[in-house]
Nanobody, 115 residues
Framework: QVQLVESGGGLVQTGGSLRLSCVAS????????MGWFRQAPGKQREPVAF???????NYADTVKGRFTISRDNAKNTMYLQMTSLKPEDTAVYYC?????????WGQGTQVTVSS
């Protein structure tokens, strides 16, 4: 079993920055494909960014160039640095960990970008 706990969400103005954190209950980054997803009101959950076991990264087109995913293996923590935030980035952001036959989600953290 893996517990994921997100933090760092909040209210920010357009153009501002936030850094989200996802702390895992144990060292999983070498065995789990990690990612951030988000869900806006009335919309489906969508992928935002991913980091592989080998630390390769991938981003949704909507956030490419503005968001950066990273991890600190020693702290069992994954990050999402968000810059140049837009109102359309407003959503609950979820941390995800997965490998064959296993998938875990955090409880989510709210990000609200005011115009």
């Amino acid at each position: 079993q893996v517990q994921l706990v997100e933090s760092g969400g909040g209210l920010v103005q357009t153009g501002g920055s936030l850094r989200l954190s996802c702390v895992a209950s144990r060292n999983i980054f070498e065995n789990y494909f990690m990612g951030w997803f988000r869900q806006a009101p009335g919309k489906q959950r969508e992928p935002v960014a991913f980091i592989s076991t080998g630390a390769s990264t991938n981003y949704a087109d909507t956030v490419k160039g503005r968001f950066t995913i990273s991890r600190d293996n020693a702290k069992n923590t994954m990050y999402l640095q968000m810059t140049s935030l837009k109102p359309e980035d407003t959503a609950v952001y979820y941390c995800n960990a997965r490998r064959p036959s296993f998938e875990y989600w955090g409880q989510g953290t709210q990000v609200t970008v005011s115009s």
